[in-house]
């Protein structure tokens, strides 16, 4: 093979020796022609709007001046450019003082099919954004053949013949106007888009787990809750039956029945919160990858975690620019505002550029020789002259799809706002309610301990003692359902907020494939310049 190689070098070098001035002199203009067009197709203007930031949440949503003092507290001033590099989510769930939470999350991210075929979309659109780029390179093929004939003449002879041939075309569409370049621009938006929906897609999963893990704990400690008032509630029933026998005070037949009712009814709670919990366990199973009924085997392993205590007051304005949604919904503007961009270029003359040579002979050691060469190059220009007004119609949707996507955008930071607004306010009142119910149970306690002794004592009638049982039932319930409210209440500031409020580093760039994303974006637009 290799001396295979070195003969093929040195009969092209004696080909090129018998090459006359003039074919040289013609090789020299169409080199140059390709340069010259290459210079062209690079340096070439690109046709349509570039995508410029808004400086400030009162620019994006042109707010009146009253109202950008409030607005101001939100979202900071950024610079008046293509979106920069993505801050990921921080790892708030690692702040919840919650051992549990790492492992499960970590295997969730690990495991979970959703997540996979989130990944495999990011592939996707990251194999288009290369193709896109492709497409604005010569595209160079070759096709060698050889082929060995016989006839056989009247006699019976056979007559062979030996045929070889070579081709090499080229072909390169010159991007005059940007078409192509614009084209790559919006495959750079569009993975963007298709990783900012990872990104939310992979915080709301963990959220899914946070929420799972505290609604299981939950239910735990209302199934405990509830046998012991069962068990609270079997005791009066037979200190009640005790009485009834003896005859002892005014307890009569009525609250016989009452007692057993009282007792039924809490033991009556205890097969829902089973069911409960069974499901509550299946649906963390399945956000686990694991076979549904494997985590109901380990309920007793998950511990209830006092809700967390502190609630901020002020958040870093620039806090909203790692939400996913809201970064989605700017990389749908700039692809949008790319696209204008190609359907105008769409409407502008295409120029392609394509040569091709050839050899045919008998034999192999004459194939690229002078005499057996064959070869042309070809300029087309294509230009549409009338369509009906079809590419007039496209760049007219484009440019309203534009105007859709900006006020996508400017919703999607509002509702950022007021995901902020309401996460604040919910966790505020769940957390002074979660005290106010503390002390409501301490208080329903102390009163059924008092009216259970007054009552052995004949001191008390056995309604007052069934009203503060069922009292202390209810209570001991809300409190815990709070404390469910508040966790979720902090899950939902952690959201609304894009991670916790305390400021994080941030990953690395070269470690962090969202930034790479977002610079390939960048690039795509500085080239434009």
Known sequence: ???????????????????????????????????????????????????????????????????????????????????????????????????????????MLSKNYTLAAASARVMQSQAQLESAFGSRLPSVSVSPSGTRAFTTDASGDRQYANAFSASGAVSWQVDLFGKLQRSQGVAAAQLNTSIASQEGLVQSMIAQVVRSRVAIAILNERLKVAQTIAHSRKLTLESVERRYRSGAGET?????????????????????????????????????????????TQLDDFPLVPPPLDVPTQVPADLLERRPDVREAEFALIEATETVGVRIADMLPNLTLSGNLSSDTANLSDLFSVETLAGSIVAQLTQTLFDGGVKWSAVDVSRAQVDEKAADYAQAILE?????????????????????????????????????????????????????QRLRQQSEQTLLLEQQDQWNARIDLMLALGGDWHQTPTQPEENNPITHATADSALTQEDKQ
């Open 252 to 296: 009569g037949a009525a609250d016989v029945h009452n007692a057993r009712q009282n007792y039924a009814s809490a033991q009556g709670d205890i097969p829902d919160l089973k069911s409960s919990l069974a499901v509550a366990a299946h649906a963390l199973d399945v956000l686990l990858a694991r076979v549904p009924g494997t985590t109901s």
């Open 416 to 468: 950022a706002v007021q995901d902020v607004e309401d996460a604040l306010v919910s966790e505020t009142y769940s957390a002074e309610r979660v005290t106010y119910l503390q002390a409501g149970v301490e208080a329903v306690r102390l009163s059924e301990g008092i009216s259970n002794s007054r009552y052995i004592n004949g001191l008390g009638t056995f309604q007052s003692l069934l009203d503060v």
């Open 1 to 107: 093979m290799l001396e295979f190689c070195r003969d093929s070098v040195k009969k092209l070098r004696y080909i090129l020796a018998q090459w006359t001035a003039r074919e040289w002199d013609n090789m020299k203009k169409f080199i140059g022609c390709l340069l010259t067009c290459s210079v062209i197709g690079v340096g070439g203007c690109a046709v349509g709007p570039d995508y410029q930031r808004a400086g400030s949440l009162n620019d994006i949503l042109g707010l009146s001046d009253d109202a950008a003092d409030a607005a101001d507290a939100y979202v900071s001033a950024a610079p008046n450019s293509i979106a920069g590099p993505m801050l990921t989510m921080s790892r708030w769930w690692e702040r919840l003082d919650d051992p549990m939470l790492g492992p499960l999350v970590e295997e």
